[in-house]
C-alpha cells in the first residue's frame, strides 16, 4: 500500500534557516544520533534536508552568512511581533510585510 504524501509550507526565510540548522545537526556536528534519538525520523529530515537542499539557491551564493543572518533577524522579528523592517543581506533597511516568500 503506498503511503499518502504530506506537504509541509515554509516561507524562503524559514526553509533557509531550517536548511542551515539542518546540515550543522546532520554533518558539522555529527551529533544527529544525540539530537534525535529515534532513528526512525531520521529518515524524514534526511528528505526534508535534501529537498531544502535542491530548493534554495542561497546554499551556493558567496554571500551566504549575510544571507542567512538577515533571514534569521525577520524570523526574530516576526516571532517576537516585531517590526517589518529587517536588514537585506546587502546592508539595506527594507519591508517586508508585502513580501511573499512563496
Known sequence: MEEESI????????????????????FKSDDLEGIVHEQAVWSAIYTISGTLNTSLPEIFMPDY?????????????????????????????????????D
Open 65 to 101: 552568512g549575510p544571507r542567512l543572518e538577515a533571514a534569521k533577524a525577520r524570523l526574530r522579528a516576526e516571532l517576537n511581533g516585531g517590526a517589518d523592517e529587517s536588514t537585506t543581506p546587502d546592508g539595506d533597511a527594507t519591508t517586508h510585510a508585502e513580501d511573499s516568500h
Open 7 to 26: 506537504t509541509i509550507k515554509l516561507t524562503h526565510d524559514q526553509a533557509f534557516v531550517l536548511s542551515d540548522w539542518l546540515y550543522d545537526a546532520m
